[in-house]
């Protein structure tokens, strides 16, 4: 420490900044003393607006930064059990290929014992269900729509003038979505042959769409179905 700075304390950072290079802080302690006041209160003006500029910058950095972390975590805290959720969905579809395999007539007819286990297994997929849905995860049951390859797999045409051209008369295996985000595509026969079906709304999402009505969905997009370009 020298006697100097025994005497006065340590040197100001304002000082040692102002004495730096001009690039780096605008103007230096010395050219200032020598400039003419309405320039100096220009540059210092000059500086000023450029600090404020990079502040409101890194301002909006960081509040973009923010936003994109909050959206990470939603999509995570949502979306984090996809994997999992595609795979319990096929639970749901035994349990509900279990009560279907059993004719309506049977059902009402059997035993104590056979009406017991209907009734265990009918509650065991509709409490499932509930869970699901608790998840954001829902199943679809498109029948009597109009296809939508977002989120239906066209697998067969079924000629049926009595509907719209392109809409859902035969469900194969129902979808499910999770959010916004289609987790499995319904699995859908398709009506071929009827008046065209109506054009969606204006405020409805037709992007990327193809639309059914418009010479049919064709031999190839029938044996392979329809991809789905919104899958989770």
Same mark, same amino acid.
């Given at each position: 420490m020298t006697d100097n700075e025994a005497e006065n304390g340590p040197p100001d950072s304002t000082v040692e900044n102002l004495t730096r290079d001009p690039d780096e802080t605008g103007i230096g302690l010395d050219d200032a003393m020598f400039m003419p006041e309405d320039e100096r209160l220009a540059q210092l003006e000059a500086d000023n607006a450029d600090l404020k500029d990079r502040i409101l910058r890194v301002m909006a950095e960081m509040e973009n930064l923010r936003r994109?972390? *909050? $959206?990470?975590? #939603?999509?995570?805290? +949502?979306?984090g059990i996809t994997s999992f *959720?595609? &795979?319990?969905? /096929?639970? /749901? &579809? =035994?349990?509900?290929? *279990?009560? !279907?395999a059993v004719p309506k007539d049977m059902?009402? =007819?059997?035993?104590?014992?056979?009406?017991?286990?209907?009734?265990?297994?009918?509650?065991? !997929? #509709?409490?499932?269900?509930?869970?699901? &849905?608790?998840h954001g995860i829902k199943r679809v049951d498109p029948t009597?729509?109009?296809?939508?390859?977002?989120?239906? +797999?066209?697998?067969?045409?079924?000629? =049926?003038? !009595?509907?719209?051209?392109?809409?859902?008369?035969?469900?194969m295996q129902p979808g499910y979505t999770i959010g916004e985000r289609v987790l499995r595509p319904a699995m859908v026969g398709v009506a071929k042959g009827g008046?065209?079906?109506?054009? +969606?709304?204006p405020g409805q999402?037709?992007?990327?769409?193809?639309?059914? /009505?418009?010479?049919?969905?064709?031999?190839?997009?029938?044996? /392979?179905?329809?991809?789905?370009? $919104?899958?989770?």
């Open positions: 994109r972390t *909050a $959206k990470e975590i #939603r999509d995570a805290n +949502q979306y *959720a595609r &795979d319990i969905v /096929s639970v /749901s &579809d =035994n349990l509900h290929r *279990a009560l !279907e059902a009402e =007819n059997a035993d104590e014992t056979l009406k017991t286990l209907l009734e265990g297994v009918g509650m065991t !997929e #509709r409490e499932m269900l509930n869970v699901l &849905d608790k009597g729509e109009k296809f939508d390859p977002n989120f239906h +797999q066209a697998m067969f045409e079924v000629p =049926n003038p !009595e509907v719209p051209n392109g809409t859902v008369v035969q469900l008046p065209k079906a109506p054009k +969606q709304s999402d037709d992007a990327g769409s193809a639309d059914p /009505s418009e010479g049919g969905l064709g031999d190839d997009n029938v044996s /392979s179905g329809i991809h789905v370009n $919104k899958t989770a």
